[in-house]
């Protein structure tokens, strides 16, 4: 599975944006994707994640309810909307994907997956 994330960019806080990831060399409604991000100095974290299927959704408590993830099998992408960004959003975001069939709880762990993309830059300015 290749991923190719896109949509980064800069944003004033409060402001919107929406990245993509683009899946390609496997049937992606056969894969459960998510979102990490890891911003200046700090460790990656997970941000969203979407199973396959019934496209289960889990979030970090930190983007609940500003943060929207989906999927589009038809066109083999998943985006993640972010909305009423902060600063402390700033981060490269990456995406990931797995073959497995993860619990929901799962989807938060890094070691759950087995493919990542590149990241693309998101800058929340204040």
Known sequence: VQLQ???GGLVQAGGSLRVSCAASGRTFSSVA?????????????????????????HYADSVK?????????????V?????????EDTAVYYCAAT???PILSSLGRSITYE?????TQV????
């Not at 979102?35 to 994640?49: N, S, Y």
């Not at 985006?79 to 600063?87: F, G, V």
């Not at 493919?115 to 990241?119: F, L, P, S, T």
């Open 5 to 7: 994330a896109s949509g």
């Open 33 to 57: 994707m998510a979102w990490f991000r890891q911003g200046p100095g700090k460790e990656r974290d997970f941000v969203a994640g979407i199973r396959r299927r019934r496209s289960d959704t």
């Open 65 to 77: 309810g500003r943060f929207t993830i989906s999927r589009d099998d038809a066109k083999n992408t």
């Open 79 to 87: 985006y993640l909307q972010m909305n009423s960004l902060k600063p």
């Open 99 to 101: 073959l497995g069939y």
């Open 115 to 119: 493919y990542w993309g590149k990241g």
């Open 123 to 126: 800058t929340v300015s204040s």
